[in-house]
């Protein structure tokens, strides 16, 4: 098991680099990126200090130096904590992105916690119930969730709270506790807000879910192991959980590990539609505005959580099913 860790942990680390490289090609690729229309604007407004300005970001984005050295610098910032300054926002990247930071994992953890505790137990009852009302019920809505967008979603929910609900929708909180100090009262006004997106997230992310574990167990249900342990007279209850789901799980913790990187990434439209401070609109608007040190940090971040999440997935998926650590 320690050498499969190892081995897993030495393949994180070279896609690790692999991939930022990549990342820092894509984040250089647009020809008029926010320094070059910065200058530009500076140009249209006539001022005189330009130059002196296209120095000082020369020296804050290493434009003076090659392509790799500049990748250089940018990772080894990145690693150290440094992410660099975003000059759309004008203030560091590692603030923006940690002041959205506690928000984005709030909703997108407790969407994916319910969506697989909704996807593990609906899909064992639709799988052990085929063919029955239920089945043909969950599998009907589970259709309709992998169709109908998350932003159609969204704006579905919040036409029916406004209108036959009188509720106010959109944002986190009340105006008043935006930005007052945490206590109770602001941590009660936060749940009256937060059941919106992580109903829209956790049903969609559910609906695939649910027919990932219906197929994977009705596979097994039919292998010759079940049928022998059913021959002996176990119980079904112990057949299903000790047999079954102990196989059928595999591949939801292998999505899990894929996942992960939504932390950032999951419901960006949902964010916009009901304008959560996440940070996925963060990175929509860093990708607008071409601002390559707000925009490269956060889709190292993605790269980080997705890594680690794979990492994980292996080492879990080695320690449920011990066939695996041996390929």
């Given at each position: 098991?320690l050498s499969f860790?190892?081995?897993?942990?030495?393949?994180?680390?070279?896609?690790?680099?692999?991939i930022s490289?990549?990342?820092?090609?894509?984040i250089?690729?647009?020809?008029?990126?926010?320094?070059?229309?910065?200058?530009?604007e500076?140009?249209t407004?006539?001022?005189?200090?330009?130059?002196?300005?296209?120095?000082?970001?020369?020296?804050?984005?290493?434009?003076?130096?090659?392509?790799?050295?500049?990748?250089?610098?940018?990772?080894?910032g990145f690693?150290?904590?440094?992410?660099?300054?975003?000059?759309?926002?004008k203030?560091n990247?590692?603030?923006?992105?940690?002041?959205r930071?506690?928000?984005?994992?709030?909703?997108?953890?407790?969407?994916l916690f319910?969506?697989?505790?909704?996807g593990?137990?609906?899909?064992?009852y639709?799988?052990?119930?085929?063919?029955?009302?239920?089945?043909?019920?969950?599998?009907?809505?589970?259709?309709?969730g992998?169709a109908?967008?998350?932003?159609?979603?969204?704006?579905?929910?919040?036409?029916?709270?406004?209108?036959?609900f009188?509720?106010?929708v959109?944002?986190?909180?009340?105006?008043?506790?935006?930005s007052?100090?945490?206590?109770?009262?602001?941590?009660?006004d936060?749940?009256?807000?937060?059941?919106?997106?992580?109903l829209?997230?956790s049903?969609?992310y559910?609906?695939?879910?649910?027919?990932?574990?219906?197929?994977r167990?009705?596979?097994?249900?039919?292998?010759?192991?079940?049928?022998?342990?059913?021959?002996?007279?176990?119980?079904?209850k112990?057949?299903?959980?000790?047999?079954?789901?102990r196989?059928?799980?595999?591949?939801?913790i292998?999505i899990?590990g894929?996942?992960?990187?939504?932390?950032?990434?999951?419901?960006v439209m949902?964010?916009?539609v009901?304008n959560l401070p996440?940070?996925?609109?963060?990175?929509?608007?860093?990708l607008?505005?071409q601002d390559?040190?707000?925009?490269?940090a956060?889709?190292m971040i993605?790269i980080?959580l997705?890594?680690v999440?794979?990492f994980?997935?292996?080492?879990?998926?080695?320690?449920?099913?011990?066939?695996?650590?041996?390929?």
């Amino acid at each position: 098991m320690l050498s499969f860790i190892i081995r897993r942990l030495s393949y994180m680390i070279v896609n690790f680099f692999l991939i930022s490289f990549l990342c820092f090609i894509i984040i250089q690729l647009p020809p008029n990126d926010i320094v070059t229309r910065r200058i530009q604007e500076l140009e249209t407004l006539g001022a005189t200090n330009v130059e002196s300005t296209l120095n000082t970001l020369k020296e804050i984005y290493n434009l003076d130096k090659s392509k790799p050295i500049q990748y250089l610098y940018w990772i080894s910032g990145f690693i150290r904590g440094d992410f660099g300054y975003s000059l759309a926002y004008k203030q560091n990247v590692k603030t923006l992105i940690f002041r959205r930071l506690g928000m984005t994992f709030l909703v997108i953890l407790s969407s994916l916690f319910l969506a697989y505790i909704a996807g593990i137990l609906i899909g064992l009852y639709s799988a052990t119930h085929q063919y029955s009302f239920g089945d043909h019920i969950f599998t009907f809505f589970g259709m309709v969730g992998l169709a109908t967008p998350t932003f159609l979603l969204a704006l579905m929910l919040l036409y029916i709270s406004s209108r036959f609900f009188g509720l106010r929708v959109g944002g986190l909180f009340s105006p008043e506790y935006v930005s007052a100090p945490w206590s109770i009262a602001k941590v009660v006004d936060l749940l009256k807000y937060l059941w919106m997106p992580v109903l829209i997230l956790s049903a969609y992310y559910a609906a695939g879910l649910i027919r990932i574990m219906r197929t994977r167990t009705l596979d097994l249900l039919r292998e010759q192991y079940v049928l022998v342990a059913r021959s002996k007279g176990l119980e079904e209850k112990k057949i299903i959980w000790k047999h079954v789901f102990r196989i059928a799980i595999n591949p939801l913790i292998s999505i899990m590990g894929l996942q992960l990187a939504e932390v950032i990434s999951g419901g960006v439209m949902v964010a916009i539609v009901l304008n959560l401070p996440t940070i996925g609109p963060l990175l929509l608007q860093s990708l607008q505005t071409q601002d390559m040190y707000l925009g490269g940090a956060i889709l190292m971040i993605m790269i980080v959580l997705l890594l680690v999440g794979n990492f994980l997935a292996d080492i879990t998926l080695a320690w449920i099913d011990p066939r695996i650590r041996y390929n």
